[in-house]
């Protein structure tokens, strides 16, 4: 599985966008680059997901690199129901295809 | 549409004991995965289930088995519970195995071993 690095934390006002980082440098050709977040004593829960264009959906947007070795996951008005830890996923073409999650970044919502 | 359920939401063992936990997938879904979260870290993969048969595990020893039923509602057992085997644990279901398709989790089951 590819490796991941995000930021630990990141803060963001209310109503203002917001650029979650991820790099995935080792991503292989074939997987894709999917985003969960987990909201407070809740279940992962699904945001995006792309393969090699920008991708947009209700939720959010995600930006990849040309070269695919990195991605930016982007909330275009940031709400409190935002605050969550959010996961940069690769899914391989392996037989299981099971998410593998990092630390992932936990996003703080001011008001 | 029904989402994941999984019961109990809170369970407190003994360590040595045995523990069963139920899921139930969304509607249509026939592929299962179970994940373990300790507290502060990001879920780990324990295994999946496609169309009743184990379609791949993690990095889990044997005590932690499961089953998927025809209804594609699924149960992990753990046998000989350890300390360490407290987490809270995360069913997930989607209805294929293609890359695209997203994984629905339900609330998680959260598992204290004394």
């Known amino acids: 599985d590819a490796k991941t690095t995000q930021p630990n934390s990141m803060e963001s006002n209310e109503e203002e966008p917001v650029h979650l980082p991820c790099n995935h440098s080792?991503?292989?050709?074939?997987?894709?680059i999917h985003w969960y977040r987990q909201l407070p004593s809740q279940g992962p829960e699904y945001v995006i997901h792309?393969?090699?264009s920008n991708v947009n959906n209700r939720m959010a947007s995600l930006a990849i690199a040309e070269d695919r070795k990195s991605s930016t996951l982007i909330l275009h008005r940031a709400t409190l129901r935002d605050a969550a830890v959010y996961y940069c996923i690769p899914i391989s073409s392996g037989s299981a295809r099971q998410l593998t999650f990092g630390s992932g970044t936990q996003l703080t919502v001011l008001p | 549409e029904t989402g994941v359920t999984q019961s109990p939401t809170h369970l407190i063992k003994t360590r040595g004991q045995q523990v069963t936990l139920r899921c139930s997938s969304q509607?249509?879904?026939?592929?299962v995965s179970w994940y373990q979260q300790a507290l502060g870290q990001g879920p780990q993969f324990i295994f999946q289930?496609?169309?009743?048969?184990?379609?791949g595990r993690g990095n889990f020893p044997p005590r932690f088995s499961g089953l998927q039923f025809p209804n594609y509602s699924s149960e992990l057992n753990v046998n000989a519970l350890e300390l360490d085997d407290s987490a809270l644990y995360l069913c997930a279901s989607s209805l294929r195995l293609a890359l695209g398709n997203e994984q629905f989790f339900g609330p998680g089951t959260r598992l204290t071993v004394l």
């Open positions: 792309g393969l090699t």
């Open positions: 289930y496609y169309r009743e048969e184990e379609n």
């Open positions: 509607s249509g879904h026939n592929t």
């Open positions: 080792t991503i292989s050709g074939t997987d894709y």
